[in-house]
């Protein structure tokens, strides 16, 4: 529960204006909370100058674990359709940091029919150790088969921390292994580290639709897991030379009886790169003003070879379809060269852009706010820009 | 079938606005909705009544006010709803989320089929679906995007999506399903749903109420705490490239010729 110290309360108002949530209201000189509002975030404490304010924090001592017993960090492998997502390239990369820094070893699970041939590529990629559960029952997806094979394992050898892939899958299966293992975890992180006093995960997700940064730390619980955006984190590059074990599970009848059927599972996405995967990407804003002028950016993407990207304000209008949506409800890119045309450079856009190398950024208004953070900035009208742009790249290339 | 739908109240995003200075959401005049997956969670349990009859209750964990959520989903045609509301559920995480509506649904009785959307936009973490369905010990599919019901209606067909394509699935009932918004289309209130649900009484529920023990609920219950939070910030590397028209694409040109990139 918050509470005030009306002692050391000044009523200078910082807290009320800090809460979100307009459950903070300072009357007579001393701040008063609105229990029913309060979510108890604790973001007002951190403000109050005088250090009035308290957020009592019950320990979870239900927890009964004991997180010394708690050792190293593992990655769930994401294999689907043949093949191994690159998310869990990332997820080793950022995986073996955390395991240095811990001095543990860095374990990643692999689940699948046929998938022990890839687990070397898993130790050629960061991992010290693969724990392969190969079983043809293991073929296709089924939560409740993997969240049982992940969680039982957990239990037994007892990691400190999970880490998964924050896709359709990892988001699907991952939140009930952690419901399994009753501990906490953190959903579409873009950062983590560890705390190495306590071993903590800080891990860091945007919150509020991207307007801020919270940072989550499981203190009394493990393992510490989290999924992790694809394409935030860097992989490592393949190493042959690197030695690793490689432990074979036998899966049980248990954990394979499943309540799930799947009929059939179907690959729609023509192979090649998507948006999340080009080296360049051309984003429509608002500012592109109509669908027609579309064919500029269609036109720009084809002679760059580049992936199209937009504004959710350009796929709201529907002159771009909803899967080219960059940003904190859509996809994250992290091309060479990201190219904004007529996009404001909202938060929630730019959340989806930081890991290009190069942004490019065309607007009418030299108060936008993507100018902040573009390597190169053009004030100008998008339907002059543009036009002399793809005359003039074509005039470079000869065409 | 006997349906129940969790739904969640979100902030309104179209009007809350974001104080830059101070680093936090300016709240005054926000209004409350129904989170805008949950109206397409609403819309499945309603179609699955029209279709093979059955009964739909909804519920929400959240303040008192949460009541106005229920009200409308009554307004839609849903047959029942309560709130589960307690100053100790304050605070909670999805772990302690899904205890609590765990517990409530089992304090309403027996279901069949329990639906969440896909996610809540405050959070965005998609994670209470999956996890209720373990609370609940019934299997899950989420990202739910075409329904069937099998012949005995005991059995359902799902097309779930996921990056690269998607999986038919056939699940046994009891189960939990979180659709997507391309799932249906919601349908809007009607007049006569308007009038019961300005009538009904909507029953609160407290953690004693649905038997919660107070150390698995709220800000107790959860396992996950806010460390900090930050108002992100960039790195201003601009250069802006000036002129008229021409020089500045040369200018670009010439940029992204250094670059490699042409
Ligand atoms: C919870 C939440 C999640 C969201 N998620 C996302 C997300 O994932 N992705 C996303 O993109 N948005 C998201 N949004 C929306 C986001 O806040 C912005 O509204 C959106 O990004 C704005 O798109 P825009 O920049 O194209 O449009 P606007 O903000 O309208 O900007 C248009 C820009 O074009 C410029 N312009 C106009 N005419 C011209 C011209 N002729 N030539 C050059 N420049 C011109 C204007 O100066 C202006 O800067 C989210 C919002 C919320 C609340
Ligand atoms: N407090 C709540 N009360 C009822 N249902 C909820 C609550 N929080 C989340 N849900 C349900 O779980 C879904 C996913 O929410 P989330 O995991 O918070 O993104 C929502 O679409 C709702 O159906």
Known sequence: MLTVDLEKCIGCGECEDACSFGAIEVKEDKAVVDLDKCTMCGTCVDTCPEGALELAKQESEASGINPDEWRGVWVTAEYRFGHTAPVTFELLGKGRELANDLSVPLTAVLIGSGVRQHAQELVERGADRVLVVDHPELEQFRDDVFARIVSGLARREKPEIILAGATAMGRSYIPQVATMLETGLTADCTELEVRKEDRSLLQTRPAFGGNLLATIVCPNHRPQMSTVRPHVLKALEPDASRQGEIVEITPTDEELSSRLKIVESVMEKAEGPGLADSDIVVAAGRGMESEKNMALIHELAELLEAGVGASRAVTDAEWLPHRTQIGQTGVTVSPKLYMGFGISGAIQHVVGIQGADMIVAVNKDPEAPIFDLATYGIVGDVKTILPLLIKKIKKERGV | ?262
């Open chain 2, 1 to 262: 079938m006997k349906i129940a739908v969790c739904i969640k109240q979100v902030p309104d995003a179209s009007t809350v606005r974001f104080d830059k200075e101070k680093g936090t959401l300016v709240r005054e005049g926000v209004e409350s909705v129904i989170n805008p997956f949950d109206y397409n969670a609403i819309e499945a349990g309603l179609a699955l009544k029209d279709q093979v009859g059955g009964e739909v209750s909804v519920l929400t964990m959240g303040p008192p006010q949460a009541q106005d959520a229920i009200r409308e989903a009554i307004s839609l045609g849903v047959d029942n709803g309560i709130v589960v509301s307690d100053r100790a559920f304050a605070g909670a995480d999805t772990l302690a989320t899904t205890y609590t509506l765990a517990k409530a649904i089992n304090k309403l009785g027996e279901f069949d089929l329990v639906i969440c959307g896909k996610q809540a936009v405050d959070g965005d973490t998609a994670q209470v679906g999956p996890g209720l369905a373990v609370r609940l010990g019934i299997p899950c599919v989420t990202c739910v995007d075409e329904l069937e019901v099998l012949e005995d209606g005991r059995k359902l067909r799902l097309k779930r999506m996921c990056e690269q394509g998607y999986d038919i699935v056939e699940v046994e009932l009891p189960a939990l399903i979180t659709v997507l918004a391309s799932l249906n289309t919601p349908r809007v209130p009607s007049l006569k749903g308007k009038m019961r649900a300005k009538k009904t009484d909507i029953p609160m529920l407290s953690a004693e109420d649905i038997g919660a023990e107070t150390s698995k609920v709220g800000l107790a219950g959860s396992p996950t705490q806010v460390a900090t939070t930050t108002v992100p910030t960039f790195d201003a590397k601009r250069e802006m490239l000036e002129g008229e028209p021409e020089e500045q694409v040369d200018a670009l040109i010439g940029k992204l010729k250094e670059a490699g990139i042409l």
